[in-house]
């Protein structure tokens, strides 16, 4: 997954561009800037790889789907259906909109269970956030359709996505809004920051506004611009965008090793009779960033993982018991630990968390591993890891 393994001359060469002419501000300071804009190359490069209308840059994943979430109308007291096993940023994402997170199960897709989202949807319901898990994704037609059906917001959280491909359209644009993380593990890096992509033009256009703090950037004059609504800043800096410029020009680069590397390793499991792997929809295609496989049961997968760990294979992780994916380490969630008060009716649309259980994800997280593939490793670092693997798997079941 991680674009930090590419680092060099051409990521070098687009921030000097910017050291050079010292704007480091996306917007404005047309004269001083030498004719870089950095953050506006960069969403064109985005709307062109991903095919989508729209996209526009902000500081972070997370602020990216709080934006995302925000241009579409989401806000105080309604309810967002998003998966249990995710990144604990789409929980807080949600969460600061004044919203209500209802967490459902996953499936063997690693993603939202179909059945579970249509089984949670109430009259508060105004959006469902598929969470493309570990370069994978969920049904989407299925999902799209559940949305469709009953008048829902379909957001994709596709920040360890990027490049993954469902029926031919790019993870992120298949939803009515999509969002991508830049952060310094991401398949591509900025250091920080992300992107909403849409092809809705009002989405767009309140994207635009919302993550700087209300401006319609009309005209060249900051100070005189207007304020339609409320906003905030979520901009990104030149710099950062700089990075990812020339991150996303590597962008097949680093796919194409990924998948070679993926594929060794997959083959070498595949003769393993105890190992099925996450179920891709069809039609989709990931973007090999993680190879994640299940074992027979919990037991035999948190036994290889700590062998895996202990015979110096890193990177290979166990979410059952992880602090940051799954929601069973979530306390500070569930007893609502906050530096300040939160609205009495999340509280309440959160009390659920406490005593909810949910055996599905339980069943798929608690046997699945996914093992992070790298870019740096050479064609027979990936061989030995692989044949090591099959080695430390047999003689742990
Ligand atoms: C990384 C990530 C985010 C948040 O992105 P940041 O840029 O780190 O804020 C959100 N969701 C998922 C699934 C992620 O992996």
């Given at each position: ?7 060099g ?5 687009q ?58 109308g ?11 096993f ?40 105004k959006?469902v ?14 999902l ?17 996505a ?47 506004h ?7 950037h ?36 680093i796919?194409?090793?990924q998948?070679?590397?993926y ?35 919990i ?5 290889v993982s ?14 059952y ?18 530096l ?9 649309g ?13 069943y ?18 990936v ?15």
């Amino acid at each position: 997954m991680p674009g930090f393994e590419l680092f060099g001359d051409i990521e070098r060469e687009q921030v000097n561009d910017v050291l050079e002419s010292g704007v480091l501000m996306r917007y404005g300071f047309d004269g001083m800037r030498n004719g870089h804009w950095k953050a506006k190359e960069l969403e064109n490069e985005i709307q062109n790889i991903f095919q989508v209308n729209h996209a526009q840059l902000v500081s972070s994943g997370t602020a990216a789907i709080s934006v995302a979430l925000a241009s579409a109308g989401v806000g105080a007291g309604d309810e967002v259906i998003m998966p249990t096993f995710t990144f604990v940023a789409s929980f807080e994402a949600v969460m600061m909109l004044g919203a209500i997170p209802v967490l459902v199960e996953i499936d063997d897709t690693l993603a939202l269970n179909p059945e579970s989202v249509l089984q949670a949807i109430t009259d508060k319901t105004k959006a469902v956030m598929v969470v493309q898990m570990c370069g994978g994704m969920g049904e989407m037609d299925v999902l799209k359709d559940i949305c469709i059906e009953h008048n829902l917001i379909l957001i994709e959280d596709a920040c360890q996505a990027i490049g993954a491909t469902y029926k031919n359209s790019a993870l992120g644009s298949i939803g009515d809004l999509g969002c991508f993380s830049f952060d310094f593990v991401k398949t591509i890096t900025c250091g920080e920051g992300g992107a909403v992509i849409t092809n809705n033009k009002d989405y767009y256009l309140h994207a635009d506004h919302y993550s700087d703090h209300g401006h319609d950037h009309i005209g060249n004059d900051r100070g005189a611009e207007c304020h339609p609504f409320l906003g905030y800043n979520f901009r990104i800096s030149e710099l950062h965008a700089a990075v990812g410029l020339a991150q996303i020009k590597r962008l097949p680069e680093i796919i194409n090793i990924q998948k070679k590397n993926y594929t060794v390793i997959r083959e070498a499991l595949s003769k393993v009779p105890e190992i099925t792997f996450r179920r891709t929809p069809e039609g989709g295609e990931e973007n090999y960033s993680f190879l994640s496989f299940f074992l027979p049961d919990i037991e035999s997968s948190l036994k290889v993982s700590q062998a895996l760990k202990a015979c110096g294979i890193d990177g290979c992780f166990q979410y059952y018991n992880n602090n940051w994916h799954y929601l069973r380490n979530w306390d500070h969630l569930k007893d609502f630990k906050s530096l300040y008060p939160i609205s009495k009716e999340v509280k309440s649309g959160l009390k659920y968390l406490k005593s909810k259980s949910y055996p599905k994800s339980d069943y798929y997280i608690g046997r699945n591993i996914s093992c992070l593939i790298k870019l740096s490793w050479t064609e027979e670092e990936v061989i030995k890891r692989a044949s090591k693997m099959v080695e430390i798997i047999k003689s742990s079941l």
